[in-house]
């Protein structure tokens, strides 16, 4: 029974106010709230990101021309020669190649060893697998003279393939190339320091390479204005990383089939790093190189990939596993490295972009020419081939050929003995296995395994 003052006309008006009220705040008597406080927001978050996929050389050796047109006609038959990773690419906002070729068939003075030129046709095929960036400044792209270098330039523009490591005067050779997404700009800037002892042509309006040679190649004074010093490449990642939220330098480096950068080349891919860069792509020695993280002056993380090795050659066509792996075999060896741009917001800390999710899949350059030599095929095939995902391919063949000889529980089926065929391919898958199994060691103990990427997960 109520108390008397519980019964008063003056509490019962002050109850419906009470209950009045707390139904405009969303306050319910004995229950939950139908707008629950949202849950705290937690820093740091990632607010948006850009991806890359990157490789090596593209060197359009007369072999690899002849895997093409066996592959099919014009671009499709290049295409199809990156087929088994163009996956990679597509998964990524942009692939990255070394274009180690000129494409100047108005310009061409032919093809020989180590003088390069390229259809239009592996323009189209990049493209179609995912390429949407190349480096244009190497040891090879005046092999059809300055001319075909300047047609070469004109074909990529046409065909909308990007490309550092030169401008169309000596000027703006060091403009960095620079792509966005979502807010984030990220700059690309190439250069070589090899040119095979050619030079950019004296007319400072005519198309010039990014050129920083090294000291022991120069001959006699340096007067061609897009040739740098360190100290000036150094300035110009500042003026370039000035213009972008993160950047990465293309360089085409290093001594030929050397398992290890030279120190100057260690020293200035830490000075590049420190001046603004947080990405080294670096090729030219056609072998693999470390991988290296790297902590920037100013605290940023960063890494540099010495060199990528060879994407598509024809280098080390004979290798057989076990014999000289370590001399014949490195030019198979190859790298896709993978790796992002993040920007995360930090709260009252503010936004940063940074790098993320760096990775490196193991490549093996698939090449049958011990099999045409023996009369077993006349198709040539030459393409880069994931490691992991064809052992993975391999044994599980391999599995299927064993249970056969095996008793399957709960089957009436009974086991049986190989066919000769089958046995023959067992052998075979086998041999694979363990040629790929070799090399995917010996690729990881050069570069290190801190950043391989697990494929079964």
Known sequence: MLAPALKSPRFRALALLGAFTGAL????????????????????HEIVRISFAVAGDVIPHEAVRQAAAAAGDGAAGWTALFANVADIFHRADYGFVNFETPVAPNHSHGTKPFLFDAPLDLIDALQASGIKIVSFANNHVMDQGWAGFAESR???????????????????????????????????LGMTRWLNGASNPADPAAPHVNFLPYPSEVKGQITDPATLTPATVLDA?????????????????????????????????????????????GHHPHVLQPVESYKTADGRNAVIFYSLGNFLS????????????????????????????????YGPAGTQIELADVGILPVWEENNRNEIAAGLTKTPVIMPVLIDREMAKLQARLDELTKITQPAPGSNQPPRELTADEKQEFIELSDQLKLLDDRRRILLNRTGDEFVIDTHN
């Open 25 to 44: 705040l969303g306050i319910g008597y004995g229950t939950v709230s139908a707008h629950p406080k949202p849950a705290p927001i937690k820093y740091p």
């Open 154 to 188: 004109q074909h990529l523009k046409e065909k909308g393939l990007l490309f550092l490591g030169s401008g169309d005067t000596a000027a703006t050779a060091w403009q960095p190339v620079i792509v966005e997404k979502d807010s984030i700009r990220v700059g690309w």
């Open 237 to 281: 990642i500042k003026k370039a990383r000035a213009q972008c939220d993160f950047l990465v330098v293309s360089i085409h480096w290093g001594t030929e089939y050397a398992p290890a950068p030279r120190p100057e080349d260690v020293a200035l891919a830490h000075a590049m790093l420190d001046s603004g860069a947080s990405v080294i792509i």
């Open 314 to 345: 024809n280098q080390s066509r004979s290798y057989v596993d076990d014999l000289m792996p370590d001399k014949e075999g490195d030019p198979r060896d190859e790298l896709i490295a993978q790796f992002s741009v993040v920007k995360k917001d």
